[in-house]
């Protein structure tokens, strides 16, 4: 059988190695939120400022801040079209010397919950990753189409959170009993570009890490869109691997979607 794991990304993570020594332990790491907004699609204008919902936020952790923005078609919520996964937006550094990197977040906007991830270490290429949820204290008007918002604040001018340190959970093609959440994240690498106005033959665009599994893929493409706004490829396994993975990427979005299955074997529940 076919285990899958989806992963939405509105930009590219470039790994880089993180300051934050890996703890013997998991223990929280404090961070604020500050100045988190959202706004709705104003449907005077054209693009996607017309259909698109953004949300944007700093986020801070000892002495050092970054600028968090995302923004998804209104009926999306927070989520791909699908509703399959959630869609994570990079966060940059602005302020202060980086001690974490790939620090992102993601919105469920119908819950008003607010996901933060930010990988905690690598040592021996890998990797830790440390999430954290809130659900934020939202004051909204009622001014928009429906008596929907078009502006949303939070009422407490900073909120604070910890983020943990994540244990691994078991492969999707584990037999034993499940003793947790098998969590991927996906780092971006060695990026050289995803696609041109003409189509070239077949090349490396970037590489692709699950920080869960450590598992790297080559993922390849002509980088042309062709008819539509997506570029698609493949990703091969380097290294010893029984995965598969391929990716797309929306050209008017930025939106980068990877896939990524495991055939695990008839006898393998």
Known sequence: ???????????????????????????????????????????????RAGTD???????????????????????????????????????????GRPIDDTVSFAMD???????????????????????????????????GSGGGPTRCLTTTRQINLNTTQQTRGQSPCSSAPTLGKYLASWEIRDQTR?????????SKLFLAVNTATNETFECSGDGHTGDGATVQGVCAPVGASSAIASFSFDTDRKLLTVRQSWNCGSAVG
């Open 194 to 202: 995803l696609y041109e106005s003409t189509p070239k033959t077949d």
């Open 53 to 95: 919902s953004v949300v944007g936020l700093y986020l801070s952790a000892g002495g050092t801040t970054y600028s968090c923005f995302g923004m998804w078609p209104e009926e999306w919520k927070g989520f791909n079209q699908d509703k399959s996964a959630l869609l994570w937006s990079t966060c940059v550094n602005i302020f």
């Open 1 to 47: 059988m076919k285990s899958h794991v989806i992963l939405s990304l509105t930009s590219f993570l470039a790994a880089v190695q993180a300051a934050r020594p890996c703890p013997a332990s998991p223990s929280p790491i404090s961070w604020q939120i500050s100045e988190w907004t959202y706004d709705a699609p104003d449907q005077s204008l054209l693009g």
């Open 109 to 143: 906007w119908e819950r008003r919950v607010l996901f933060a991830s930010h990988k905690i270490c690598n040592e021996n290429r890998v990797s830790g990753l440390a999430t954290a949820s809130i659900v934020l204290p939202i004051s909204c008007d009622s001014t």
